[in-house]
């Protein structure tokens, strides 16, 4: 499985952006999306994930401002982001598991998109 990310950019605190993960190879073996983030300095973070079935979870520091939606068809998972804030500041990653993989692994990664948001 190959993952794209997409859409990242320089956006003003208060904006949005959309990110966009395209997957190619054997899509047919993902159950679990997901996105990251790095934040200069930091470790990488959870963000959001879905599942085949639209099940969805967020991190507190995005519930309410980022929705995470996928198209089974396109094998394509989205984020949009609303209400952007300098914390959010990041490169964002995708990533894809398997049914067989456990709640916090991930086997396949994008290569990530980077977003700044200035205040």
């Known amino acids: 499985v190959q993952l794209q990310a997409s859409g990242g950019g320089l956006m003003q605190a208060g904006g949005s952006l959309r990110l966009s993960c395209a997957a190619s190879?054997?899509?047919?073996?993902?159950?679990?999306m997901g996105w990251f983030r790095q934040a200069p300095g930091k470790e990488r973070e959870f963000v959001a994930h879905?599942?085949?079935?639209?099940?969805?979870y967020y991190a507190d520091s995005v519930k309410g401002r980022f929705t995470i939606s996928r198209d089974n068809a396109k094998n394509t998972m989205y984020l949009q982001m609303n209400s952007l804030k300098p914390d959010d500041t990041a490169v964002y990653y995708c990533?894809?598991?398997?049914?067989?993989?456990?709640?916090?692994?991930?086997?396949?990664w994008g290569q990530g998109t980077e977003v700044t948001v200035s205040s």
């Open positions: 879905i599942t085949w079935s639209s099940s969805t």
């Open positions: 990533a894809a598991a398997p049914q067989s993989a456990g709640p916090l692994t991930y086997d396949y």
């Open positions: 190879g054997r899509t047919f073996n993902i159950y679990k």
